[in-house]
C-alpha cells in the first residue's frame, strides 16, 4: 500500500523558514517523479514544485521560486520542501504527492500537513 | 499560465442523477488534462488522467470527454458517494494548473 507521510508543518512568523519532509513507503519511490500540491483554507488546490526521479530536473510555481527548494533522498525514500521567506498568503495544506513516471499527474497524495505564516 | 475555467463552480443534484462538469483552457492543451475528486477534509484522489482514461479502481460512472480547450467530467448515475468537490488539472505546460472546484451537493 502506498502511503506518504507528510511533517514539518507549523505556525511561521512572515519572513521565516520551514522545511517539511515527506516519508515514502509501498512503492520504488526512485521509480517517479514527485510533488508538492498546496490548498489555502477554504480554496482550491495549487501545484507548488515538482522533482525528477533522480532530481536533475526541478519546476516551480512562479510564486515560490527563489523561495522554496524541493530535494529528494532515494535512499532515504523521502521528499523535502525547504521554504523560505515566507509569506501570509503561503497559509496552505502542504501535499506530497507521488506524480507518476513523467510527473504529469497527481496518482497518489498524503495527508497534508498545515504551515501557517502569521505574526 | 495556461488558465482553466471549471464551471459550474456548484451545483446541486440527486442521487440517481446524471451530472456534467466542464473545464475550458485558455489554449490548445491536447488531452493532458486530468480529474480529481475531493472529499471534506481529505486529499484529493485521481480519477481521471489524459482527458478520458479512468484511473484503476475508479467506478465506471465516471467518465471524462473532450480534447483541444474543451473537456468534460461526467458521473452517469449519482451516488451518495460522489457528492465531493471536483478539480480538473492541465499538464500540457508548466506551471502546472487546475480548475477553482465544482462543489456537487446533495439537493
Known amino acids: 500500500e502506498v502511503q506518504l507521510v507528510e511533517s514539518g508543518g507549523g505556525l511561521v512568523q512572515p519572513g521565516g523558514s520551514l522545511r517539511l519532509s515527506c516519508a515514502a513507503s509501498?512503492?520504488?519511490?526512485?521509480?517517479?517523479?514527485m510533488s508538492w500540491v498546496r490548498q489555502a483554507p477554504g480554496k482550491g488546490l495549487e501545484w507548488v514544485a515538482n522533482?525528477?526521479?533522480?532530481?536533475?530536473?526541478?519546476y516551480y510555481v512562479d510564486s515560490v521560486k527563489g523561495r522554496f527548494t524541493i530535494s529528494r533522498d532515494n535512499a532515504k525514500n523521502s521528499l523535502y520542501l525547504q521554504m523560505n521567506s515566507l509569506r501570509a498568503e503561503d497559509t496552505a495544506v502542504y501535499y506530497c504527492?507521488?506524480?507518476?513516471?513523467?510527473?504529469?499527474?497527481?496518482?497518489?497524495w498524503g495527508q497534508g500537513t498545515l504551515v501557517t505564516v502569521s505574526s | 499560465a495556461i488558465r482553466i475555467t471549471q464551471s459550474p463552480s456548484s451545483l446541486s443534484a440527486s442521487t440517481g442523477d446524471r451530472v456534467t462538469i466542464t473545464c475550458r483552457a485558455s489554449?490548445?492543451?491536447?488531452?493532458?488534462l486530468a480529474w480529481y475528486q475531493q472529499k471534506p477534509g481529505k486529499a484529493p484522489k485521481l480519477l481521471i488522467y489524459?482527458?478520458?482514461t479512468l484511473q484503476s479502481g475508479v467506478p465506471s460512472r465516471f467518465s471524462g470527454s473532450g480534447s483541444g480547450t474543451d473537456f468534460t467530467l461526467t458521473i452517469s448515475c449519482l451516488q451518495s458517494e460522489d457528492f465531493a468537490t471536483y478539480y480538473c488539472?492541465?499538464?500540457?505546460?508548466?506551471?502546472?494548473?487546475f480548475g477553482q472546484g465544482t462543489k456537487v451537493e446533495i439537493k
Open positions: 489524459a482527458a478520458s
Open positions: 489554449q490548445g492543451i491536447s488531452s493532458y
Open positions: 522533482i525528477k526521479q533522480d532530481g536533475s530536473e526541478k
Open positions: 504527492v507521488c506524480s507518476g513516471y513523467y510527473g504529469y499527474y497527481f496518482d497518489y
Open positions: 488539472q492541465q499538464y500540457y505546460s508548466y506551471p502546472w494548473t
Open positions: 509501498g512503492f520504488t519511490f526512485s521509480s517517479y517523479w
